[in-house]
């Protein structure tokens, strides 16, 4: 991947498909693939379509969403250290 670019799509929350278009304002880029969702947002796989070079877009979620998600994902990880030894 050349490029990791962030998008925020107000009012579409994970509703992009393959086939969207997306701009930066600069650029132009079409949504050929999902690659994997982190806490904050899904990555996606682009072509730029001016370049037809291959980039990696994340868009990200809103920010309510994603602060209720991380704050699961820290419970999540303190349940797991809780659960582990400890050798030091
Ligand atoms: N440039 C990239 N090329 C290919 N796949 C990518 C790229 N960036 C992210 N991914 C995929 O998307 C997933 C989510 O990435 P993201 O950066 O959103 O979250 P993370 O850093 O893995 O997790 P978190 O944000 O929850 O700590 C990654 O685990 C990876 O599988």
Same mark, same amino acid.
């Given at each position: *991947?050349?490029?990791?670019? $962030?998008?925020? !799509?107000?009012?579409? %929350?994970?509703? =992009?498909?393959? @086939? /969207?278009? &997306?701009?930066?304002?600069? $650029? %132009?880029?079409? !949504?050929? %693939?999902?690659l994997g969702e982190g806490s904050f947002g899904k990555v996606?796989?682009? #072509?730029? &379509? /001016?370049? +037809?070079? *291959?980039?990696? =877009?994340? =868009? *990200? ?7 209720? /998600?991380?704050? &699961?994902? #820290?419970?999540?990880? =303190?349940?797991? &250290?809780? @659960?582990?030894?400890? +050798?030091?």
């Amino acid at each position: *991947m050349a490029r990791n670019l $962030s998008f925020s !799509v107000p009012g579409q %929350d994970f509703q =992009i498909q393959r @086939g /969207d278009r &997306l701009s930066s304002g600069s $650029s %132009d880029y079409m !949504v050929l %693939d999902f690659l994997g969702e982190g806490s904050f947002g899904k990555v996606t796989r682009c #072509v730029e &379509l /001016d370049t +037809y070079k *291959m980039v990696a =877009i994340k =868009i *990200m979620k809103k920010r309510q969403q994603a602060m209720r /998600d991380a704050q &699961l994902e #820290v419970r999540k990880q =303190i349940r797991v &250290l809780k @659960g582990k030894k400890c +050798y030091g």
